[in-house]
């Protein structure tokens, strides 16, 4: 057990170690701090007393040491023993009861001695209005607590940083920064300096709040820097926010600094600890935190060791299981239900179900497990963890050993997980076994089964299904029935044959619901003739009304379809039905859609309804839909002003909205605001996917810097919850092709081609542009060969760069040559293909092939430019000019000046 050894099992080791830490512990460590306070403050009285110097303060200081072991009872006879001795009493004695009263949240005792020292004659000062003031902090009254403060004010008394304090606390423990802070402003401009107490609770405030961590790191060293020690409570706040935050290794260093200052963490920051580096797999630290507990003045519990189980623990067979369940109670920690389906866990994870369940059975005969630990319990364990498949497995091994569910909803539950799992021939099997046992399925267990049916696309047996149950008298479908058959249906005519079946039935009749599932299967589907007629049938039936949802489902089909002017005339529709009320959900599908429609008038319009109509503002999805729409119009003010509404509302961006804010930075070439708002991504919690690190490789891209889209590209590959895609590769290639970068835009497209991802076009277009910047033709025939190996047809663009780069290189024939196939593939040469042979003509002085040139293009019926006449007049004269204007009908005084694309 010596605690320096390298022993190579961590539990036999802090097993071994809680045992030298079992002594008996002296009477001393039994006391509180308090007690032991007030049991030297009782011998110092007794000595003094004995002499005879016990004088009025000697007796307070009794009395208020009562109070603070909470003795409240016999600091009253201490104050009627003062009485007793004959001394004058002064506000002192009055301020140490109201003040062990208000401690106590005795409010009524507190006033009533609050009047016991005004009937004698005593004034309060400083101290009791401390006293009132923080009892009503502490009862969280905001009206009484100011109350007081400005009941002392008017009594002549300046407040001290101690009542400023409690006011600040109250406020805090509300999380009501602002006021905190306002607070904090009083207090300096009174002319007081704060104390420890001022920023301890100001950094347990910050602690707590989820957006805020930063604010509470610089307040203690804030704290630090103002020559105060930060207290216990506000260094543990400070631990369990870097924990909460996942932010280990600030967490371990804190850790240290309060030991170092004498301050023990609690036994379950240490188990928090522990559980974050067990999910993250980090070993080492998990060895680190062991070592921590292990010489830390705490005790393990049952939550310590369900940690470690998941920690690597070598279980191998039941025996091992055995062993743990030993060592803990040999440390006077007894297992729970999570510490038996953990171990159980382990051992269905070594493919080990039978040995868990003998092992199991084993432990209950011996009387080891809790009984509440059951069978049926562990189900309902893994089954509330999302664990279908060891719920499964636990049933399966518990009906081979012969046990039998005790509980009639285990049955439930295992036919919900069989639902959930889409195992029809075993949700069959369940269903079967509960219509023989006592525990019989409901409707919504007979519902939920055809809903499967249905989603497979077992229609006919559904029909069967139904058919059998019913004359059997088990089953009798309902409305929900069939509307369960209408929504799992992917084709409009299947939902239209169940609505007909419904009009046949007995005693069932359709009703608004069902038009209304039957009006958005075709709006999804974008079907505008079935949607309309649909609703011509629902109005038909005087009975049914249509509700908001049937309209909004009708301006959805319309958003989508981007035809406005509908979307406005069914809104108006809407609006002129009597009788019609919008809910909030209503309203957010409205601004959704105009989001859509990127209608910005239209969207902050239902906006502003909702606030006025129900005082409710969008919810997440559609505020970051409006996040996107104002993005798209690059619309700066307004997005940063709607994010500041949308935190003042509670909402939070979500990956979607970072992302586009993130792309408006992107298209304005914006470096640091970009990277700004990805960091603050990262500082929401929230992952950056894959699109958003492609919008930050993209920025590089434009701006010409292939080092840094690099190491973003470096940081996607390292990221654990994205990976290069496509679009990443395809930016990389232009990152460096823009900057000419030949070599590496070619090498970046094989790799391309090796993550199985074909270059388009596009791509293959920009690397010729970088062959053309950098002269270099040959490297632009090989990557344009390549095109056709990759199975891509070359564009107009293709060509006319091939050929930009080719005349650039006075490869006129081979120029000439593409030309000509270009024609042949259909593509008809423009301006701009014959543009490069024009600019090769005039650098090489060749007059006769320039005309000839210029003569193609006017026969070719392609625009000729003044630039291209000037050139012609340089080299050929005005003659040569006149004969083209002759041939061809043109007039070079009013050629434009440059072709529009």
């Known amino acids: 057990g010596n605690s320096n050894s390298n022993s190579t099992s961590n539990t036999r080791h802090f097993r071994n170690h809680q045992h030298q830490q079992h002594r008996a512990p002296s009477s001393s460590t039994l006391l509180s701090p308090a007690e032991t306070k007030l049991k030297k403050i009782q011998a110092w009285f007794s000595k003094i007393e004995s002499e005879g110097r016990a004088d009025i303060k000697a007796y307070c200081s009794v009395m208020s040491a009562l109070g603070n072991a909470g003795r409240v009872d016999e600091a009253l006879e ?22 062990i009263m208000g401690k106590n949240r005795k409010e009524e005792q507190s006033l009533a001695w609050f009047g016991h020292m005004q009937e004698a004659g005593l004034h309060p000062n400083i101290y009791t209005y401390n006293a009132l003031v923080g009892l009503y902090s502490k009862l969280g009254n905001e009206e009484k607590t100011l109350a007081w403060f400005h009941n002392a004010v008017d009594d002549g008394i300046q407040p001290d940083p101690i009542m400023y304090n409690s006011i600040m606390t109250l406020f805090a423990k509300k999380g009501m920064v602002d006021e905190v802070m306002s607070w904090f402003d009083k207090l300096k401009n009174a002319g ?35 020559g105060f020690n930060a207290s216990p409570k506000a260094l543990a706040a400070v631990l369990d926010m870097f924990i909460r935050k996942e932010q280990g290794e600030f967490a371990l260093a804190l850790v240290d600094k309060m030991r170092d200052v004498g301050v023990e963490p609690r036994i379950s920051s240490y188990n928090a600890l522990l559980q974050l580096f067990v999910n993250t797999g980090q070993d080492d630290r998990v060895r680190e935190t062991l070592d921590r507990i292990q010489g830390a003045r705490v005790e393990p519990n049952t939550d310590t060791f369900n940690v470690l189980i998941n920690y690597k623990l070598p279980i191998r067979d039941e025996s091992d299981a055995s062993d743990w369940i030993h060592k803990m109670t040999e440390n006077g920690v007894e297992p729970n239900i999570h510490t038996i389906v953990h171990l159980i866990e382990k051992l269905l994870d070594l493919g080990k179900g ?44 518990m009906t081979s050993a012969g046990v039998e569910p005790t509980h009639p909803q285990t049955r439930k539950t295992m036919f919900g997980i069989y639902i959930e799992k889409g195992q029809v021939q075993n949700a069959s099997i369940c269903l079967e076994a509960m219509i023989r046992s006592y525990s019989k399925p409901s409707h919504t267990n007979f519902n939920a089964f055809l809903r499967l049916l249905g989603k497979q696309q077992h229609t ?57 599932l039957l009006i958005g299967k075709c709006a999804t589907l974008l079907l505008e003739k079935q949607a309309t007629h649909w609703f011509e049938k629902m109005k038909q039936d005087v009975a049914i009304k249509p509700s908001a949802k049937v309209f909004l489902k009708m301006m959805r089909m319309y958003s989508k379809l981007g035809q406005r002017d509908k979307v406005l005339e069914w809104h108006k529709m809407m609006e002129s039905t009597k009788a019609m009320h919008l809910d909030e959900a209503s309203y957010n599908h409205l601004v959704h859609i105009y989001t859509v429609l990127e209608d910005t008038t239209m969207a902050m319009r239902e906006v502003g309804n909702m606030a006025k109509c129900l005082n409710k503002f969008p ?60 960091d603050e991504m990262n500082r929401a919690g929230i992952a950056p996917p894959t699109i958003v690190y492609n919008k930050i490789i993209d920025l590089y891209a434009a701006l010409k810097k292939p080092n840094e889209a690099l190491l973003w590209y470096k940081r996607l590959e390292a990221s654990s919850s994205a990976r ?55 490297k632009a025939m090989e990557v344009f060969c390549r095109l056709q190996t990759l199975g891509l047809e070359p564009s107009r663009y293709t060509y006319n760069i091939l050929l930009k780069v080719l005349c650039k290189d006075n490869k006129l024939e081979q120029a000439e040559a593409s030309l000509l196939e270009m024609d042949k593939k259909g593509l008809k040469p423009d301006f701009f293909s014959f543009l490069s042979f024009i600019n090769a003509y005039q650098q090489q002085n060749k007059a006769p092939e320039l005309f000839d040139c210029v003569k193609r293009m006017a026969s070719n019926n392609i625009v000729i430019t003044k630039h291209v006449w000037d050139i012609l007049r340089q080299m050929g004269g005005n003659d040569s000019i006149k004969k083209i204007e002759s041939e061809f009908n043109l007039n070079h005084r009013k050629a434009p000046h440059r072709v529009v694309t």
């Open 78 to 99: 201490w104050f009627d023993k003062m009485n007793q001795e004959g001394f004058e009493m002064t506000v002192v004695p009055y301020n140490i009861i109201i003040s």
């Open 192 to 226: 007081l300096h704060p104390i420890q107490s001022t920023y301890n609770l100001i950094v347990i405030m910050f602690s707590k709040l989820p957006d805020h961590a930063i604010d509470a790191v610089e307040w203690l060293s804030l704290t630090r820097d103002k």
């Open 354 to 397: 039978k040995q868990a369940m003998e092992w199991f059975l084993g432990l209950t005969h011996r009387g080891s497990v809790p009984t509440m630990v059951t069978c049926d319990a562990i189900i309902h364990q893994f089954y509330k963890k999302g664990n279908f498949n060891y719920s499964l497995e636990w049933y399966e091994q």
């Open 460 to 516: 006919s047996e559904a029909v069967k299904w139904m058919q059998a149950v019913q004359e059997k008298g088990l089953f009798t479908p309902s409305l929900v029935t069939f509307h369960v058959m209408i929504t799992q249906c992917t084709r409009v005519e299947d939902a239209e044959q169940w609505f007909h079946q419904l009009e046949k039935t007995d005693d069932i009749h359709p009703n608004g619901d069902t038009y209304t």
């Open 619 to 678: 919810d997440n999805y559609s505020s970051n839909a409006v996040v996107g729409m104002l993005c798209k119009k690059n619309r700066v003010r307004k997005v940063l002003e709607w994010v500041d509404k949308m935190k003042q509302a509670g909402r939070q961006l979500d990956s979607f909205g970072y992302g586009v804010i993130v792309d408006m930075y992107r298209r304005k070439g914006s470096e640091r605001d970009a990277l700004a708002w990805f």
């Open 724 to 778: 290069p895609d496509k679009f990443t590769f395809v930016s990389m290639v232009m990152a460096f092709a823009r900057c000419g970068d030949v070599y590496t835009a070619v090498k970046w497209m094989d790799k391309m081609q090796h993550e199985g991802y074909k270059p388009s076009i596009r791509t293959a277009n920009a690397v010729l542009n970088a062959c053309s910047s950098q002269g270099s033709s040959d």
